[in-house]
């Protein structure tokens, strides 16, 4: 059985997702609606016009279509099903998940260019400008916006500026940074954008979404090389009667309303941008105190998930760090770059300064316990 803390408190998750949710994104689950249900039509249109509006666009536009899964999913609906059978994916990659990109399209026996960068540095547009201008094959290009293995954010209004300059389709996977880096879709001239419910949205897992633009979309009838995956497919259902063709995740969608309200009483887009923006502050003032150590330097940052250092203190094991802090009630999470022992921090969630002030005086209790004394790191090192 699961794990209670006393009072029925679940650990505070400080992960870039599932995240901490608020109790009434959970109560709405507590409801068996119908998948054929007016009621559950009408909450998946009004989610569907909700997402096109955080786009930053309109309804004539853009489309909203959601996809049963994981976010992983909901990218390999859009690769699978956008690019026609002599297409070309130039995909510029700077972490994992760029790599997934490219991992999904190797499996569907995409042609692809792949443009990689450290994982520490934003991609070199004029290498992407040359790469368009010798490479006339690729048709698509794609790029993910908060690298999550690191926090960094990619230039995507430039990358995109540069996809349109050729004439080339644009595909953006804004798994964690959607809802809360403002964004304007058209501006950035992207034709295709993935994110999933249980990011900066704030509900729970169970689905991912695309948001993408008509004139694209409509022109890939016959690319899909999926059945359950087919997303023109899956278009053409939610517009025709606004249901599913496959079982929906009835309470997931319900949540993901909830969280939807809970987003706009925020502010929208800017208020809980300013929330994360205020924990990723506090956060890095508190850690730089402690001693840590920022992976990326301060004009890669992005304000969704931050990469420490481990530091080189002879105590420090990050397993025995992370169950101490388990213990306490706090959920980080273990690195994702390659080349350097990292962990990683997110800001996102229904998390507030509250939970991230806990969570520095958990972290200092449990370096104490450790036997592990730092020196703050120096100030030009952190913002
Ligand atoms: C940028 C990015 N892309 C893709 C994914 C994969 O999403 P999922 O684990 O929901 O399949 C994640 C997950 O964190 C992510 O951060």
């Known amino acids: 059985m699961a794990t209670q803390l006393p009072g029925w ?3 505070v998750l400080f992960t870039p997702g599932p995240l ?3 109790r009434a994104v959970k109560q709405a689950m507590l409801r068996d609606l119908g998948s054929r249900d007016f009621e559950f039509i009408e909450a998946v249109r009004d989610i569907r016009q909700r997402l096109v509006e955080l786009g930053g666009v309109s309804a004539e536009e853009y489309t909203a279509i959601l996809m049963q899964g994981s976010g992983t999913f909901a990218i390999e609906s859009v690769l699978s099903s956008t690019l026609p059978p002599d297409g070309k994916l130039l995909t510029i990659v700077n972490g994992a998940y760029g790599r997934r990109i490219v991992e999904i399209a190797s499996v569907l ?3 692809m260019a792949v443009l990689t960068y450290p994982e520490d540095s934003v991609p070199d547009l004029q290498e992407i400008e040359a790469c368009l201008t010798a490479d006339r094959a690729v048709t698509h290009v794609a790029v993910v916006h908060c690298e999550t293995t690191t926090g960094i954010i990619n230039p995507i209004a430039e990358i995109g500026a540069l996809a349109k300059r050729f004439g080339r389709h644009y595909f953006v996977d804004a798994m964690s940074s959607f809802g809360a880096v403002p964004l304007n879709l058209a501006e950035c001239g992207i034709d295709y954008l993935v994110s999933s419910a249980n990011k900066c949205i704030e509900g729970v897992p169970g689905f991912g979404f ?3 633009w008509r004139p694209a979309l409509l022109g890939t009838e016959g690319y899909a ?10 278009w053409v ?3 025709r009667d606004g249901q599913f063709r496959f079982t929906p995740p009835t309470h997931a969608l319900l949540a993901f309303h909830q969280a939807l309200l809970e987003l706009e009483i925020e502010g929208g887009v800017e208020g809980r941008a300013a929330r994360y923006q205020a924990n990723h502050e506090t956060l890095l003032a508190g850690m730089r105190t402690l001693g840590f150590e920022c992976y990326l330097s301060p004009e890669q940052r992005g304000y969704i998930i931050t990469s420490f250092r481990y530091p080189t203190h002879p105590n420090f094991i990050f397993e025995t760090f ?6 306490r009630g706090y959920v980080i999470y273990p690195g994702k770059v390659s080349s350097v022992d990292c962990f990683r921090i997110g800001h996102i969630g229904r998390v507030f300064e509250s939970d991230i002030m806990d969570l520095l005086a958990a972290i200092r209790e449990t370096l104490a316990e450790m036997e592990i004394s730092l020196s703050p790191t120096p100030t030009e090192n952190l913002s």
């Open 9 to 11: 408190k679940d650990k």
């Open 20 to 22: 901490t949710t608020s």
């Open 109 to 111: 026996k995409i042609d």
């Open 210 to 212: 695309v948001l993408a």
């Open 225 to 234: 090389r999926s059945v359950s995956l087919n997303l023109l497919a899956q």
């Open 237 to 239: 259902g939610l517009e």
């Open 322 to 327: 992370y169950q101490h802090l388990n213990r």
